[in-house]
């Protein structure tokens, strides 16, 4: 059954160093995702990514993040200058379709990468 | 704005005995929403989902959900706990055509 991967499964940076995460979703799959969550709190929506663009964010997600699709199967997450705030599990999602107003694709999660910033 | 409330923290029971995991959600219209399983160490599964086309919804390993609008519930159960439904469990509320929002988690704990 196709699944979405991700790395690597950790990664340890010191603060002020950016990272970048990567994803590979399911093959067919148009729409993009990425959320976090931090240690004892749920799981929080950051961006949506289609046809190469950024579909909709959330306040977490400002200039210090930025996505990309760098070629036909990788999809990432570009911390650009860490903070220890950002320490978290960071989920990839993709799906088939994104959504039509009211009615939502079905999302397929990722393991995940553990960020720990030092 | 729509959202999710997991009305429990945690839960146990034995093996062999009804699961209920509870979730109230708030929208001003009929939602998409979804249950969701993480077991230690692995990635979030979908259980199963609600897109206004049936109030009963079966999932994978026996689990089901009941949308109550009346209610604005969506409760979901299992007959039977496993012991390899130990798991944290998360309902989910579509905030748009895109992004989920996560309740906050329930742990299921079996015991023998």
């Known amino acids: 059954e196709p699944e979405v991967t991700q790395t690597p499964s950790h990664q340890v940076t010191q603060m002020g160093q950016e990272v970048i995460l990567r994803c590979v979703p399911i093959s067919n799959h148009l729409y993009f995702y990425w959320y976090r969550q931090i240690l004892g709190q749920k799981v929080e929506f950051l961006v949506s990514f289609y046809n190469n663009e950024i579909s909709e964010k959330s306040e977490i997600f400002d200039d210090q993040f930025s996505v990309e699709r760098p070629d036909g199967s990788n999809f990432t997450l570009k911390i650009r200058s860490t903070k220890l705030e950002d320490s978290a599990m960071y989920f990839c999602?993709?799906?088939?379709?994104?959504?039509?107003?009211?009615?939502?694709?079905?999302?397929?999660f990722g393991p995940g990468t553990r960020l720990t910033v030092l | 704005a729509q959202s999710v409330t997991q009305l429990d923290s945690h839960v146990s029971v034995s093996e062999g005995t009804p699961v209920l995991l509870r979730c109230n959600y708030s929208?001003?219209?009929?939602?998409?929403l979804f249950w969701y399983v993480q077991h230690p160490n692995k990635g979030l599964q979908l259980l199963l989902k609600y897109t206004s086309a049936a109030t009963l919804v079966k999932g994978i390993n026996g689990f089901e959900a009941e949308f109550k609008k009346s209610e604005t519930s969506f409760h979901l159960t299992k007959p039977s706990a496993h012991m390899s439904d130990a798991a944290e469990y998360f309902c989910?509320?579509?905030?748009?055509?895109?992004?989920?929002?996560f309740g906050k988690g329930t742990s299921l704990l079996v015991t023998p």
């Open positions: 929208s001003s219209y009929s939602p998409s």
């Open positions: 999602a993709s799906s088939e379709m994104g959504g039509s107003g009211r009615i939502t694709d079905t999302q397929y």
């Open positions: 989910v509320v579509s905030l748009s055509g895109y992004a989920l929002n």
